[in-house]
């Protein structure tokens, strides 16, 4: 799996390894904080609390939305999703309780904005230690 | 004060009403929708602030001045996404809307504003709005940039969607305003509604407002290229901090190295003018008063202001042109490591030079519970106005011994000290507040990172009345009253018909009174007169010693460094520079605090807790240091 390779991002957080399980693998869902830069998601479902859930409800993150992990902060977190023609950062931290499926790579478009971004942060994923 | 505990009803209209027409409006929109850009224009900058009872949320009642509707008065509600009653915004917004709000009229139309940059998703709000069953003109807010994107929406097929008239306008520039004047000509009548979603969910709105952009044709403006790319510099690993901090240094260097001149300046000029105007009134008392007591009063709000609007036009560019986010997004994981957010760097930044405006910067947080705890260890930071008796006691008791080569020295190095001391309080407390007070749910930080724009001239010269006028106003009157107590107390009782002087009036016998309290921290009763007269302002204590000083026959012929080193100890002095680290002395911060928490509650807690807190470092320094040098 190719999203694998992103593990290594975010890492230093040990409970981030609980998700996703063997049964999640198998049907692709993963929590948001693991998508890797410049990959897609679907939207499946938050797990917040109650106001924090209905802000991000409020902001596009709704089940079924398409969800672009854009950039890192500098320093590694937060990251910055593109959701709904909107850029929001989220920490770590919030990123982990809502759960994306993952698009396979052969069902995006090429030539897109989004394929060109993929590419430029694929390259500059390369300088990373 | 009570002039900013109540709601200002701005004689809002009390004729009877009459039936179909429309007297007051709501502004609803999303944040960022450019409702505030367009309450300013609506209401031509005469507006009425105030916040809403019990609540930190701000209220702003105006007129419709600026489209010649000056009948008409308009209320720009929080910017909501919702109006589930969630946050302390939404419920104000959903009890103004009601007509549930005391103090507040109930509107009888609502002006929607959404930004068509992200229409299909701002549409979101339009479903519970539209479900008020109120007279709605949906405003399309920044239509011409939507335009100039290649975006497109058919404001006619909208308008039939949603059973309501909609207008493309540009609050930025005005245009498209008309609209507005024409639907308030009408005779209010709410077409039959449309099918509106399911209530109260966030899925089901999202639905329906794509399905609502998809069948009107709306086609959203593509993300500006411009925006990625500068954020590949501006949040590059490398460059991006390095920017940031340029720009932070930049911003602190100018605050601090120009708005210093410009208050002392400022000061200069106030305190002229009070000498020119003493000459026309005729000596006494009532020339005390107004000179000494209300003039310095004044002027000792004054004197902030070229500060708070360096800083302010600073924020206003940031904040315009979308840098602020980045800068919060760079700062946040430094900032968490102390409990707090990324957009509270700027806040404790521009604290260094002056904790007011900082205070009052910390608007840009929307989290609650994070404001109030970066408002809180705001004060610790070191400002410039306890420069003077750090100067002061630093020149008169610490010797110039280097340390660390020639240019580092002592007097340097116990200089570096007290900035430190004051960041850690300041973390200390983020910390303990975190843990205690402001402890419930963690607080998420969900930042919006805006597309780079270039800030107009107009919009920041408006947010610089805007503060101005704030700081005026409520601060002012607050440090006007505690000026003309604190005059009195230094005044009375009267020895022989005049002024007794300082020592034998009654703040100087409270000095006496308080001697025993402060004698294990080293200090006498004069320095318990300067710590009770810079309750005003951390700088008024070097002038209360020199008068105190310069008045006593035994030191009048030292210089203040002189009679100081004869008066106190090392320790003393060190534990008196460590009581001003800490200590909350500044009259203007804590009504800045009242004003921005819309309580007495959190300025009475700070200013407990730090003045505990500084006499128990200054006990503490002064018991160390006098064993030490013993």
Known sequence: MIERSDHHLQADDPSSRLYPTLGSWLLNVIALSELGIGKHGIVEGLDLPGEVQHHLMHMGFVPDARVLAL???????????????????????????????????????EGSEDFLLRHRSAAGRQGKP | MSSCCETPTLDLPIEPHIPGTIRTVALVGPPNSGKSTLFNRLTGLRQKVANYPGVTVEQRIGRLRGIDRSDVAVIDLPGIYSLSRYSEDARVAVDVLHGEMPGTPAPDAVLLVLDSLHLSRQLMLAAPVLALKLPTLILLNMSDLMEARGGEVDPLA???????????????RGTGLDAIRHFLGQKSELQPPLQLPVMGNAASYRQWASGVSTRTNYRAPLSSAVSRNLDNILLHRVWGPLLFLVVVITVFQIVFSLGQPLSNGFQTLLDAMGVYA????????????????????????LVFLPQILLLFLFIGVLEDSGYLARAALIADRVMRTIG???????????????????????????NKRERLATILVTPFMTCSARLPIYILII???????????????????????????????ALVTARLLKSTLLRASPT?????????????????????????????????????AVTLVLWLLSHVPLHDGAFPALAQSIIGRIGFIIEPVIRPLGFNWKIGIGLLTSVLAREVIVGTLGTLYGTDPATQHLTLQTALRRDMHIGGAIALVVYFALAMQCTSTLAVVRRETNSWKWPAI?????????????????????RLFG
């Open chain 1, 71 to 109: 950039r890192r902060a500098p320093a590694g977190d937060p990251t910055v999703y593109a959701i709904d023609g909107m850029e929001i950062a989220l920490r770590h931290e919030t990123a982990r309780s809502i759960h994306v499926r993952i698009i396979p790579d052969d069902e995006e478009q």
């Open chain 2, 158 to 172: 909208l308008a039939g969607e949603l059973g309501t008239p909609v207008a493309k306008i540009s609050a930025t």
């Open chain 2, 278 to 301: 003493s000459a026309w009134l005729p000596a006494g008392w009532i020339q005390s008063l107004l000179i000494e007591g209300v003039w310095k009063g004044v002027s000792s709000v």
């Open chain 2, 340 to 366: 707090l957010n990324g957009k509270a760097f700027i806040p404790l930044l521009s604290a260094y030079a002056c904790a007011v405006p900082a205070i009052m910067a910390t608007r840009t947080i929307e």
């Open chain 2, 395 to 425: 020149a008169a008791f610490v010797p110039n011994r280097p340390v660390l080569g020639r240019f580092f020295g002592l007097r340097a190095c116990v200089m570096l000290s007290l900035y430190v001391l004051g960041f850690v309080a």
């Open chain 2, 444 to 480: 998420p930080f969900i930042l919006e990172l805006p597309q780079y724009r270039l800030p107009t001239l107009r919009s920041l010269l408006l947010r610089l009345v805007d503060r101005a006028r704030v700081f005026l106003h409520q601060a002012g009157t607050v440090i006007l």
């Open chain 2, 606 to 626: 700070q200013f407990i807790y730090m003045t505990v807190l500084a006499y128990l470092a200054a006990l503490a320094t002064n018991q160390c240091l006098s």
